[in-house]
């Protein structure tokens, strides 16, 4: 189950990136709710809000290693936890969907664009809400160790 939660995260990322890429040129942005929620694409060179502009090599390194270690731990250890599992396979897909930018084109495909932050795209998304809820469980779940074991 877990790896169609990352299949599914990789193909929308994928998808809506390619619909992107299609339909705009660079930096041009479509108002969705003016001043709000505008869809621009960005070609971000760098890691998250754009830190590491330029070093894609390392980027592409890191992902690479973050992807290896978690389809391992899913695939070599039987957790019991459903939501670590959905969790890890959150984080999968997002760091597939956005290493798939990255070797194919030097750079990761933004376009969701709420003003107030740094362009991002749905595998972000996925990342950034894995991670919420495995640092919510770590910090406010004592007992979740024992569950995953």
Do not use: E
């Not at 830190?51 to 019991?80: D, E, Q, W």
């Not at 936890?81 to 760091?95: F, R, Y």
């Amino acid at each position: 189950m877990h790896f169609i939660v990352s299949f599914l995260i990789l193909a929308l990322d994928l998808f809506t990136k390619y619909l992107v890429q299609k339909h705009m040129k660079p930096y041009q942005t479509i108002p969705v709710i003016n001043d709000i929620f505008h869809i621009t694409y960005v070609q971000n060179p760098g890691a998250a809000f754009g830190i590491f502009n330029g070093k894609t090599f390392f980027i592409t390194a890191i992902s690479l290693a973050v992807i290896l270690i978690i389809a391992f731990v899913l695939i070599k250890y039987p957790i019991k936890h459903n939501v670590l599992k959905i969790v890890l396979a959150l984080i999968l897909g997002g760091a597939i969907g956005n290493l798939v930018d990255r070797l194919r084109y030097g750079y990761v495909v933004d376009f969701l664009d709420f003003r107030i932050w740094p362009v991002f795209n749905i595998s972000d998304c996925a990342i950034v809400v894995g991670v919420i809820i495995l640092v919510y469980l770590i910090m406010f779940h004592p007992d979740f160790q024992k569950q995953i074991k």
